[in-house]
């Protein structure tokens, strides 16, 4: 039930936009509001739910689609962009209500429920590092690195969602994951310029991967 409740709820903000109710995410699952808090214990409960479900569907899409040992940092970065890009496409106001805490009661538990998106991330940093262990045994660098991409990701969303579908993107589609393709794969090349390697970003991870000679 509590899945079926997080699908009207969906329905309801990609509908009715993120300022939508309890009142109107019951009615789109056609039950009464109080039925509601039998499955969730309140509305930040409700809230979590909806957040971990568009984790899940952004780590079904991005996951499967990369490969760290045959795939270049490039690749594995717009394909990751191009699938969360494609998400936000399709859910707008859910994405809207996630990042802006739209209930009024929303905001304490509004970073901690957008952070699970940090899990993908973070499994992508844990990922290269495994591949760069050897050169750079410094995991949590990366990790980092993963986390200050992701905040860049939210931030960057926000800005190009802008408040409400009654206007244009702020930029077109495939500048903006132009643009985030190449400002994520700076910060990895950033991070590895810190741990004294060197990434070719169009190479596969191990094959692309030297130390930085020591200036004479």
Do not use: C
Request: proline content about 5%; overall charge negative; hydrophobic content about 45%.
């Amino acid at each position: 039930m509590r899945a079926e409740i997080v699908d009207a709820a969906f329905r309801a903000i990609d509908r009715l936009g993120p300022n939508v109710s309890v009142r109107e995410i019951a009615e789109e699952a056609g039950t009464a509001k109080p039925k509601i808090y039998r499955h969730f214990a309140d509305k930040a409960d409700m809230f979590s739910e909806i957040g971990q479900r568009m984790r899940d569907m952004l780590w079904a899409a991005i996951i499967p689609s990369v490969n760290v040992q045959t795939d270049s940092a490039r690749q594995i970065v717009g394909r990751g962009v191009e699938h969360y890009v494609e998400l936000v496409d399709q859910h707008p106001n859910v994405v809207r209500f996630l990042l802006q805490g739209r209930f009024a009661d929303q905001s304490a538990t509004a970073m901690t429920t957008v952070n699970k998106g940090s899990e993908i991330t973070l499994a992508i940093a844990g990922m290269i590092s495994t591949q760069l262990e050897d050169l750079a045994p410094e995991p949590e660098a990366f990790e980092l690195a993963a986390f200050a991409i992701f905040g860049t990701a939210a931030s960057a969303t926000d800005w190009w969602l802008g408040v409400d579908d009654d206007k244009p993107r702020r930029m077109p589609t495939d500048k903006f994951i132009a643009h985030m393709t190449t400002i994520m794969v700076g910060a990895i090349n950033g991070t590895a310029e810190l741990l004294g390697i060197e990434i070719d970003a169009d190479q596969p991870i191990r094959t692309a991967v030297r130390r930085q000679q020591p200036v004479a």
